[in-house]
């Protein structure tokens, strides 16, 4: 089915440890979005791509790094974790932001720092 | 700035009656708005969306909203509630150059049987 794909689904990590989220869509969208949902928080745009070569900071930024690597796939990556950073992690893709479609998004990343 | 506003956190309700979910807005131009879905441990899935072409906007699953510009609200409602709408529901809205949506805190629906 055409859609977002996040890998992995659940990540245990200790403080310190570093690693990449992966997402991929295969709707050929040009825009790509990382969030983190926390409770009571809604959630909260951590980086963007509007298009492929281009990546800016949301509004969590902090503490993570994109790769947008082509028009498909785009990763996000914690350098050091840390327990503030325990979180479920959303990628999300739509063709073109300015047109007024809704996102589509992946099933989540369920992260926790130990 | 672009913000919004989810006056209540829970909702209960009886199966087979009225949702009603309230949303605020701010904005500074005319906006663009969605409600998403998000069952327990899935992704989040659209609604329904506004875009200044109707005021009263059909969704999926019997469900609607209405564009108040005077209010600057945009709630949703559905006439009768059935288990299966039990979920955390958001409001967002689109920022005015278009790269940006941002969410409200959710409000999360319970459906009494």
């Known amino acids: 089915n055409a859609g977002v794909t996040q890998t992995p689904k659940f990540q245990v990590l200790k403080t310190g440890q570093s690693m990449t989220l992966q997402c991929a869509q295969d709707?050929?969208?040009?825009?790509m979005y990382w969030y983190r949902q926390d409770p009571g928080m809604g959630l909260r745009l951590i980086y963007y791509?509007?298009?492929?070569?281009?990546?800016d900071k949301g509004e969590v930024p902090n503490g993570y790094n994109v790769s947008r690597l082509n028009k498909r796939e785009f990763s996000l990556r914690l350098e050091s974790a840390a327990p503030s950073q325990t979180s479920v992690y959303f990628c999300?893709?739509?063709?073109?932001?300015?047109?007024?479609?809704?996102?589509?998004f992946g099933s989540g990343t369920r992260l926790t720092v130990v | 700035a672009q913000s919004v506003t989810q006056l209540d956190s829970h909702v209960s309700v009886s199966e087979g009656t009225p949702v009603l979910l309230r949303c605020n807005y701010s904005?500074?131009?005319?906006?663009?708005l969605f409600w998403y879905v998000q069952h327990p441990n899935k992704g989040l899935q659209l609604l329904l969306k506004?875009?200044?072409?109707?005021?009263l906007v059909k969704g999926i699953n019997g469900f609607e909203a209405e564009f108040k510009k005077s209010e600057t609200s945009f709630h949703l409602t559905k006439p009768s509630a059935h288990m299966s709408d039990a979920a955390e529901y958001f409001c967002?809205?689109?920022?005015?150059?278009?790269?940006?949506?941002?969410f409200g805190t959710g409000t999360s629906l319970t459906v009494i049987p």
């Open positions: 967002v809205v689109r920022e005015d150059t278009g790269n940006q949506f941002y």
């Open positions: 904005s500074s131009y005319s906006p663009s």
């Open positions: 709707m050929n969208h040009n825009s």
């Open positions: 506004y875009t200044s072409a109707a005021t």
């Open positions: 791509s509007a298009s492929e070569g281009t990546t």
């Open positions: 999300a893709s739509i063709e073109r932001a300015y047109l007024y479609d809704g996102y589509t």
